[in-house]
Nanobody, 124 residues
């Protein structure tokens, strides 16, 4: 298994959760890392991404609330989620793109490596 996600759960609106994704060493070193989510009945969307140099990208709906970060010593990417809203309810997936320095599919990133999903449920 190259990507292993964890940290989902059930929270109340306004609370926080941190998702973690442990990657194999080689994949982590050679990839841009991202977090996707898919809510029931909706298409999967790239929530946040981070390059090896630390550049980040977020969708508008999570800016100021979510933070993506990495720990190179642990080959792990995190998604800190604060002020959670019911509309954040989804299955969250970590993913890796070998297109270094490119954050989004619109700019050429190809997230070809996926972890299993972890469910985040936010109740009002």
């Amino acid at each position: 298994v190259q990507l292993q996600a964890s940290g989902g759960g059930k929270v109340q609106a306004g609370e926080s959760l941190t998702l973690s994704c442990a990657a194999s060493g080689r994949l982590f070193r050679d990839s841009t890392m991202g977090w996707y989510r898919q809510a029931p009945g909706k298409t999967r969307e790239l929530v946040a991404a981070i390059t090896k140099s630390g550049a980040t990208n977020y969708i508008d709906s999570v800016k100021g609330r979510f933070t993506i970060s990495t720990d190179g010593a642990r080959n792990t990417v995190y998604l800190q989620m604060n002020s959670l809203k019911p509309e954040d309810t989804a299955v969250y997936y970590c993913a890796a793109s070998r297109q270094l320095g490119v954050l989004t599919p619109a700019r050429g990133a190809r997230y070809d490596y996926w972890g299993q999903g972890t469910l985040v449920t936010v109740s009002s």
